[in-house]
């Protein structure tokens, strides 16, 4: 199969588009290594899948006709994976408008181009994230999502309906792939796990918003590339899928199990909840097992041990 793989440099990209590498895909990934985390850390992933034969990376905007245009003529695809995306909830409250330019115009001129080149299938990364606020748990992807509460998610909920859209007019495939807090080694910097990591190998102290209590559904990469992979493979109509581990655990919990698999002592202190933050994350994978046989086999304790090991090998903090 020839894939265009938009955002391929990235945490999730460059797992994806070496899972599809090593099952003899083609692949063409387009990024543009922005700053909203150290470029290098993207270098250094386009690097290692510039190694493999059937890797070609377009460096550009999604928003760039031009190097659209070449990642496209370059890739030739039989279907494109869409994760390229200005990612967090709190940088979106500062920064909405990068976020709404990237998310839903990148989208638009993806889905757009696809239309004209007559490409028959679209992955789209989308986030648990559109879920909002809500308290009743498992997530499932029937459960309302007109209430989303940060640009962030306001952009992927649109991202959601352009492709629908798109679907309908169009005859697009597509696959809708609500992430659930995705981590592993060549996490983004930003995000909790790889944050804390940093903090605690530094002697800092960790912030707990609120009282501690807050609990997410953590996702280990190896599955979420699996679940992503298989989505490509199975993608007909027009679908969403949850993918999680279906397991969630407090964020005081994650804490201390982070500071074991560190084998690092942890100090902590409480802040006032963020705005943005939801309360819980817990996502129902059936239809995601029983459509795309997802099976997420990777629970925290393993997970974070697999991250502390690459942590400490890759000297990232």
Wanted: proline share 6%; glycine share 10%.
């Amino acid at each position: 199969m020839r894939v265009l793989l938009t955002g391929a440099a990235g945490f999730i990209g460059s797992h994806t588009a070496e899972a599809l590498l090593a099952r003899g895909d083609t692949v063409v990934g387009l990024d543009n290594f922005n700053a909203f985390y150290d470029p290098a850390l993207k270098r250094r992933n386009a690097a290692r899948l510039a190694t493999h034969p059937g890797f070609t990376l377009v460096e550009g905007d999604l928003c760039d006709e031009g190097a659209l245009d070449a990642a496209f003529t370059a890739a030739a695809p039989d279907a494109v994976v869409h994760l390229a995306a200005w990612a967090g909830v709190r940088p979106s409250i500062d920064a909405p408008d990068v976020y709404v330019e990237a998310n839903v115009r990148g989208l638009t001129r993806v889905l757009e181009a696809m239309r004209r080149r007559s490409v028959p299938r679209l992955v789209f990364a989308s986030s648990s994230s559109v879920y909002g606020g809500r308290t009743e748990v498992p997530f499932r992807e029937t459960d309302p999502v007109d209430r989303p509460i940060s640009p962030y998610a306001a952009t992927k909920k649109a991202g959601e309906v352009l492709c629908a859209t798109w679907h309908h007019l169009y005859g697009i495939h597509v696959a809708g792939l609500r992430y659930f807090t995705v981590y592993g080694p060549r996490q983004r910097p930003e995000m909790a796990i790889h944050k804390f990591a940093t903090m605690i190998a530094r002697g800092r102290s960790i912030p707990l918003y609120g009282d501690g209590g807050s609990a997410r559904d953590y996702t280990y990469i190896d599955d979420i590339v699996q679940g992503t992979v298989a989505a490509l493979d199975r993608c007909e109509g027009y679908e969403l899928y949850n993918l999680g581990e279906s397991h969630t655990t407090r964020l005081d919990d994650l804490v201390e199990k982070l500071g074991r698999a560190l084998g690092m002592p942890v100090k902590t202190h409480h802040e006032p909840d963020q705005p943005g933050d939801v309360p819980i994350t817990f996502a129902d994978v059936a239809k995601a097992r029983e459509r795309l046989g997802y099976r997420p086999t990777t629970l925290i304790d393993e997970g974070l041990a697999r991250f502390a090991e690459w942590f400490h090998r890759e000297g990232v903090h």
